[in-house]
């Protein structure tokens, strides 16, 4: 999934550690939905949806229809500014290489997001279906179900899913400092001017 180049949303800036967007770019979003809401009805409605997401992403029609049903959680036919708020985060974080972040920050909301069927957990189905949003592999997958459902029954509870983002943001960060080492180990230390030599010379 990628934003296309030149793209609003391409010009909102998401922190980087709470992964949400700023005041001023809040606003800018909202005046955004306000254009979108061609009805003034302050919600907009799957074709609305489909239109924006195919103008700013490449995704495809039946996963723009996926993300409107788990927007869309009431099944009232339409969603409002706070659902496209988070699912504009969600696009930025993932362009930003932050979807593990906003995962581990707003765990409550994306297990919400994720819990498909109202049961208060998450399936494979779910995540292999929504993956895309949040850059998760299939081997990946494979291996979250394996470490994290204690229970064993192949759905994880929210306790589970929460191991699951302190675990992902605790690798995240072994690997910026894994990272970090290597570069410094691979700058060599700069050495001096040879000053002896410098002040022989002005003595002659």
């Known amino acids: ?54 103008y700013v992403t490449d995704l495809t029609k039946k996963q723009i229809m996926l993300v409107f049903d788990l927007l869309d959680w009431n099944a009232a036919g339409e969603i409002g500014f706070d659902e496209l708020y988070m699912l504009v985060c969600i696009l930025i974080s993932h362009e930003n290489h932050l979807e593990k972040q906003f995962i581990y920050q707003h765990s409550g909301p994306v297990f919400e997001l994720l819990d498909m069927d109202g049961r208060h957990t998450v399936g494979p189905r779910a995540f292999q279906a929504t993956r895309f949003l949040f850059n998760i592999k299939k081997q990946e997958l494979e291996k979250i179900f394996k470490d994290f459902d204690v229970s064993g029954d192949e759905q994880l509870s929210y306790k589970e899913f929460k191991m ?41």
């Not at 949303?9 to 949400?20: A, P």
């Not at 254009?35 to 302050?42: G, M, P, T």
């Not at 080492?181 to 002005?202: F, H, V, Y």
């Open 164 to 204: 699951f983002t302190i675990f992902c943001i605790d690798r995240q960060q072994k690997k910026k400092e894994k990272k970090k080492k290597r570069w410094n180990e691979a700058i060599p230390e700069s050495s001096g001017p040879d000053l002896t030599k410098t002040s022989m010379q002005q003595l002659h």
């Open 1 to 54: 999934m990628r934003l296309k180049p030149g793209c609003f949303l391409q010009f909102l800036y998401l922190d980087k550690i709470h992964c949400l967007l700023s005041v001023r770019n809040a606003r800018a979003l909202a005046e955004y939905f306000q254009l979108l809401d061609v009805h003034n009805k302050n919600t907009l409605n799957n074709l609305q949806l489909y239109h924006f997401l195919r």
